[in-house]
């Protein structure tokens, strides 16, 4: 059954745990339409580690207020029944969702396409807003959309970060202290990387960057032409460096692009 919404709607999927990274992506959304529908749904079938979505934070009542706060219309916390009422049609991410986040996190874009394409099914937006942070995420999205012809415009939105550089994260309440004071070294590795005169340069600044970060177990560090996934070249012109791995249980992403780097900018 779909929703009753007014429409344009400009819908803004999450998982819950909002921060200020939410609230930018709402604010985007309302500037788009006047009805902004926030989703709440931590979805099993993107996860491939059981602790991970276990542990996933979970704050509803301030997850409202921070989207009402912000311009949000209607936040909608549906039940995993109302997303999945029959066994899923599983959507496959293809070749580029088995690359980087998908090496490290068997299907997981499977499962993020599959409930964004049952969230847009129950919401029926004109637009809907996702945050470059998760920019492979936001890749497979865009393609999906385009591969399937939905009649709906995918908006990206710049990555929020604290003050430090940190990359806003629902996962980052998980942090310690330290373990904050290492996932900043994320972030200055992403910029000396961007501070090299060449792609050789960037991609060892960007390896020795992280792998100088105490505690953090890289899944990957790469610098990669951010419109085909592949690795990038010296005659590459739109590159961009991408990170994941793991502080303390805590899995930690984020991307820059390089805009000192490339050809033809
Ligand atoms: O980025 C997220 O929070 C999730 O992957 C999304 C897009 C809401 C799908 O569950």
Partial sequence: MNLKLEHPVALVPTMGALHAGHQSLIKIAKELAKNVVVSIFVNPLQFEN???????????DADTKLAQEVGATFVWIPTFEEIYPNEPTIISAGEIGNLFEGVHRFGHFD??????KRLFDLTNPEFAVFGE??????????DMVEKLGLPI???SAPTIRDSSGLA?????IRLSASDRESAIGIYRALEAANSAPNIEAARVKLVNGIGAIPNFMPDYAELIDENTFEVAKPDTA??????AGWING???IDNMVMTKLGVSK
């Fill in 153 to 155: 415009k995918i908006i």
């Fill in 168 to 172: 806003m994260s629902s996962r980052n």
């Fill in 238 to 243: 739109n590159v961009r460096a991408i990170v």
């Fill in 111 to 116: 499962g993020v396409l599959t409930v964004v």
């Fill in 50 to 60: 059981t602790n991970d979505f276990s542990n996933y934070p979970k704050s509803l």
């Fill in 133 to 142: 942070k998760d920019f492979q995420q936001l890749f497979l999205i865009k």
């Fill in 250 to 252: 805590v899995r930690l």
